[in-house]
Each structure stands twice: as structure tokens, then as C-alpha cells.
């Protein structure tokens, strides 16, 4: 079946460090690929999304981009900052959203 | 515009009770999906429900159930509730056939305690 697999957390960085979070896929098809976040008590927000293969997504600095050869889409962004902190989660879509575990990011000033 | 809204926010029961969680979808959608996401982990697909059917069911038992009323608000009812069952309980409402999972709009959930 369809499943998710991000690295774990938690990610713990000093303000305007470089991100990445791993994301990997397996899947049957071609499902659209997303991340999302959720900040402390709080449900979930679409972050960026890509819908086939070599697509970028791209949000408020964040980038993504789905890697058909890899089965990846990894999270970056160039320059984190304390308001980043959240809980980050990859997730594909075929009929239903699957989500990975969650990765926690820390961003200290 | 508002968007999914979920009551109550939080919610304590005891083992072996009952529970209904209500969802009131964004406007203009006619899709609700819950979602179980326990603590530390990613959110778990329970069912989906269009035109008051449930059309899709995730690996969950008979003891979860709902319901989607002609107004397209929804309720997710869980039967002898179990310590297990402790979660954040998130809706999200789209239309029928989001573009490849686009448009979906998720609630900020309700965080059932079960004690």
C-alpha cells in the first residue's frame, strides 16, 4: 500500500540555518504529493503542494520537489526563523491523504 | 469566509463511554473526512462521507461511526471507548473531487482524553 516515511525529529536549528526534512513516498500511480504544518494547538495548514513529477512547490520560502527517480520530496528552506517552529508533515494523496509521523522543528533566536 | 469548524475543542470520557464529535464543513464544500492523529504520530484516515454515505473507511472498527446531515455538517461517533482511543480528532471538508487532494480544508480538531 501507500505509505509516507520523513526522518524523525526532533530538528533543532539557531535562527537564518538552512532546513531540510527527508520525505520519501511509495506508491502506486502518480499521487499528488504535499506538506503540511501544525503549530501547537492547532489543526493542520497546507504548506505547498506538487502534482506530478519535477513540479516545484514553493510557500512563504519553503520549497519542494517531487522526485519521481528518488520517490522524494524533500522540505528546504534557506534561511529558518523562530516563528518556523512547528511540527512539519510530508503526505501523498491517491483517494486519501497519507501522512507521514511528523517532524518537529525547534528554530532558536 | 468561515472555515471547518469542529466542537467541542476538548472532551474527557471515561473508558467503555460513548462520544459525538461534530464537524461543520467550509462553506461550499460537500465532503467531510476524519481523521485520528494520536499523539506523536501523523494523521490516521477514518472514513469519508458525501451525500450522507460513507464512501471510503480506513482501518478503524465497527466502534467508530458517523453521519452526515443534508446541510453536509457531520458527526463522528466512537462506541466503548477504549485508552486508546486518546487523540486529536481532525475534520477536513472539500468537494467531492478535490483536484488530486488540493482544496481540502482541515478543522483544528477536538483532543478527546480518554480516562
Known amino acids: 500500500g501507500n505509505s509516507v516515511t520523513q526522518m524523525e525529529g526532533p530538528v533543532t536549528l539557531s535562527e537564518e540555518a538552512f532546513l531540510t526534512i527527508n520525505c520519501t513516498y511509495t506508491a502506486t500511480g502518480y499521487p499528488s504529493l504535499f506538506w503540511y504544518v501544525q503549530y501547537p494547538g492547532e489543526g493542520l495548514q497546507l504548506l505547498l503542494k506538487?502534482?506530478?513529477?519535477?513540479d516545484k512547490g514553493s510557500n512563504k520560502g519553503f520549497e519542494a520537489t517531487y522526485r519521481k527517480e528518488t520517490t522524494s520530496f524533500h522540505l528546504e528552506k534557506g534561511s529558518v526563523q523562530v516563528s518556523d517552529s512547528a511540527v512539519y508533515f510530508c503526505?501523498?494523496?491517491?483517494?486519501?491523504?497519507?501522512f507521514g509521523t511528523g517532524t518537529r522543528l525547534k528554530v532558536l533566536a | 469566509d468561515a472555515g471547518v469548524t469542529q466542537s467541542p475543542t476538548h472532551l474527557i470520557k471515561t473508558r467503555g463511554q460513548q462520544v459525538t464529535l461534530r464537524c461543520s464543513p467550509k462553506?461550499?464544500?460537500?465532503?467531510v473526512s476524519w481523521y485520528q492523529q494520536a499523539l506523536g504520530q501523523g494523521p490516521q484516515f477514518i472514513f469519508q462521507y458525501y451525500e450522507e454515505e460513507e464512501r471510503q473507511r480506513g482501518n478503524f472498527p465497527d466502534r467508530f461511526s458517523g453521519h452526515q446531515f443534508p446541510n453536509y455538517s457531520s458527526e463522528l461517533n466512537v462506541n466503548a471507548l477504549l485508552l486508546g482511543d486518546s487523540a486529536l480528532y481532525l475534520c477536513?471538508?472539500?468537494?467531492?473531487?478535490?483536484?488530486?487532494?488540493?482544496?481540502?480544508?482541515f478543522g483544528s480538531g477536538t483532543r478527546l482524553t480518554v480516562v
Open positions: 503526505a501523498l494523496f491517491g483517494r486519501k491523504y497519507i
Open positions: 477536513a471538508s472539500s468537494l467531492i473531487n478535490p483536484e488530486g487532494g488540493y482544496g481540502y480544508t
Open positions: 506538487a502534482t506530478k513529477a519535477d
Open positions: 462553506s461550499g464544500h460537500d465532503t
